[in-house]
């Protein structure tokens, strides 16, 4: 049998073999798809998530699963963390390592700008819970270290966040955080670990949406937790079994395909995304391009000191911001008009400021200046995928083109 541990290899070996275990019975080369949903017991197997069920048997899927638990391995292996729980979409992981971390009377500090559905989330349920919820950039370490409590016990963090790619100084938050006490989470979801891998900077924490770069295909929705073994096995058992937001094994089995190509299409995403983000920077209609690969990017030292890969998101600003949804939407042939990121299909989406900071973020006017700082008016947020970027490029330019046909 084929050697099981590749944590000696390089993060591209182990992308293609890490938790990959040929089938027992028939020697099969490729990752099994188990869809069972129950496993035959030992007769002293327990009921209950607290009991024990033997440490290498399945026992239900919501427990644990064989194709799952080598996703959890190769995601484990890629972020070089002790241990990795995957879950039903990167909502589910998030939420479940809330609900893991925090208790009535903790406080919860988050980055200022994060994924929308997240910062409404700690705004809505976990204040409804008792829980102390405030928010600060996270570019800003003495902001940072000014906004920690007494009570702080978890500081979640995206880097670069979504949608602004603004950068986090990872390895100084981490030291800050520790200093207090508290514990820090790095949704690393638009870095992937080809470009940052947040535990080996201190993350206590490293939290992906799958259903982006990981699963790279756009047809598997999945998250995971990533963190110390002692955390994550009682992640399984106090969220994973009880709370039930698990992945499906067909998914995982997906998501497992498509983290065998991470390195190869990470590197296209970049060298694609650079290429648009130059042609957009020269083109007449468009005022802005923020992308942590260009020189321009405010924070393009840290981009280049904290990523190996300035990974495949950017945002422009255009002059006529607010006829170009419905264009790109009816004009566009290669790009899709779409939520979501990550994928090897290129993705646009139009994410005006006033809309965003009213539904989803609860900034003071020092941080709402900071986020216009980035996005202006509105931005275009595009995800570029592994199309040819020449042809991405002439893509965007027609579809510009039908907004003033005489130019
Ligand atoms: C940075 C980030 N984290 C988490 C999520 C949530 O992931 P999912 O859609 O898999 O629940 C998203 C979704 O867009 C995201 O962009």
Known sequence: MASENHNHTSLQTRSVHAGEKP??????SSPNLVMSSTFLADPEASFSAEGSHGEDDFFYTRWGNPTVAQLE???ASLEETEAAMAFASGMAAITGLFFYCLRPGDHLLLGDVIYAAVSETAGDLLEDLGIEVSRVDTSDLEAVSDALRENTRLVYIESPCNPILRLTDIAAVADLVHERGALLAVDSTFATPIATQPAKLGADFVVHSLTKYLGGHGDAVGGAVLGLEKDISAIRRKIGIRLGGVISPFNA??????IATLHLRMRAHESSAL???RHLEAHP???KVTYPGLESHPQHELASRQMSNFSGVLTFQAKDHARLPGVFAEKLKIIHYAVSLGHHRSLLFYIPTDEILKTSFQLNPEQEANYRSFAGDAIFRLSIGIEDPVDLCAD????FQSLNPSS
């Open 23 to 28: 089938d027992k019975v028939s020697g099969a």
């Open 73 to 75: 391995e190769k995601l």
């Open 253 to 258: 089995w997906l998501i497992l395909r498509g």
């Open 275 to 277: 290429a648009v983000a």
């Open 285 to 287: 209609a468009i005022t």
């Open 396 to 399: 965007l330019d027609q579809a």
